[in-house]
């Protein structure tokens, strides 16, 4: 069965960077995109961007550009979300999600999520 | 901030059917597909439709996505106590190349 795995919880300071990863199986890595979503506390979810496990081309949401690079490992069926520079306001449970283009928004398989807590 | 627009709440008794709006505009839900989720708390949303009204294996019909240039609704029938959950429209935006997600309706079952 199809699962993606994400690394656990992290607290980081503001100004540092997380890197989150999550471990797909169950499919061809590399015949799909993976997408990655946050969902602050209490609010709605936000895309942040997608990249193909094929070629590794990536789309971020403008918002996020020169903050956040996404990248995958094909050897080991991971992809990975860094995020510099981190605020207050990056708080917030990160997503990622199964997506065969980066314009398709309809995710069959999401990860458990990772709370990354940014705090002094 | 989202760029399509959902009601923050609606309700309704077990048994009945309540409907979602999503608005949007010709960039996004007008030229592209939508697709629906369900969150329950502390979970990860699910998909319930993609391509405007298709359900993925395991989705009962009870559930159902339609599209009407820049609008798309999700019905759900014979509401259930499990039916409770925050759900979500999205789309792609041509204009921002972007993904984007709806403000989000919380279902209550009255």
């Known amino acids: 069965q199809v699962q993606l795995v994400q690394s656990g919880a992290e607290v980081k300071k503001p100004g540092a960077s997380v890197k989150v990863s999550c471990k797909a199986s169950?499919?061809?890595?590399?015949?799909?995109?993976i997408s990655w979503v946050r969902q602050a506390p209490g609010q709605g979810l936000e895309w942040m961007g997608w990249i193909s496990a094929y070629n590794g081309n990536t789309n971020y949401a403008q918002k996020l550009q020169g903050r956040v690079t996404m990248t995958t490992d094909t050897s080991t069926s991971t992809a990975y979300m860094e995020l510099r520079s981190l605020r207050s306001d990056d708080t917030a449970v990160y997503y990622c999600a199964r997506g065969l283009w980066a314009t398709q928004i309809d995710f069959d398989y999401w990860g458990q999520g990772t709370l990354v807590t940014v705090s002094s | 901030q989202s760029v399509l627009t959902q009601p923050p709440s609606v309700s309704a008794a077990p048994g009945q059917k309540v409907t979602i709006s999503c608005s949007g505009s010709?960039?996004?839900?007008?030229?592209?597909?939508v697709s629906w989720y369900q969150q329950l708390p502390g979970t990860a949303p699910k998909l319930l439709i993609y391509d405007n009204n298709k359900r993925p294996s395991g989705i009962p019909d009870r559930f159902s996505g339609s599209k009407s240039g820049t609008s798309a609704t999700l019905g759900i029938t014979g509401l259930q106590t499990g039916d409770e959950a925050d759900y979500y429209c999205g789309t792609w935006d041509s204009s921002l190349s972007a993904g984007g997600f709806g403000t989000g309706t919380k279902v209550t079952v009255l």
């Open positions: 169950g499919y061809t890595f590399t015949s799909y995109g």
């Open positions: 010709s960039s996004n839900i007008g030229n592209n597909y």
